[in-house]
Nanobody, 116 residues
Framework: QVPLVESGGGLVQPGGSLRLSCAAS????????MAWYRQAPGKQRELVAT???????NYADSVKGRFTISRDNAKNIMYLQMNSLKPEDTAVYYC??????????WGQGTQVTVSS
């Protein structure tokens, strides 16, 4: 069973919105801090946002005020609401535990493309 499955990406115009989902395979999800990461073409993977098991959040400066991370521990799902999207947000988005990540948890990610 795949530990984490990302979904919700797509093509959106600048200024648009998307909501990403990360579905976890089990209740282990509820005890860990989790995070969203992204990797743009030719760049290293970067941390986008984190959320503790109790809901405290942190964001990269580049997305602060535009993105909102949240989680539903009852459903084992994490979300990333992305508003006011910019072309530089174009990337493959992944979810994983917050540091330390678990290498085996990297999934295929979900592609987000912001373009007019």
């Amino acid at each position: 069973q795949v530990p984490l499955v990302e979904s919700g990406g797509g093509l959106v115009q600048p200024g648009g919105s998307l909501r990403l989902s990360c579905a976890a395979s089990g209740i282990w999800f509820r005890i860990y801090a989790m995070a969203w990461y992204r990797q743009a073409p030719g760049k290293q993977r970067e941390l986008v946002a984190t959320i503790t098991r109790t809901g405290s959040t942190n964001y990269a400066d580049s997305v602060k005020g535009r993105f909102t991370i949240s989680r539903d521990n009852a459903k084992n799902i994490m979300y990333l609401q992305m508003n006011s999207l910019k072309p530089e947000d174009t990337a493959v988005y992944y979810c994983n535990r917050d540091s330390p990540v678990v290498e085996a948890y990297w999934g295929q990610g979900t592609q987000v493309t912001v373009s007019s």
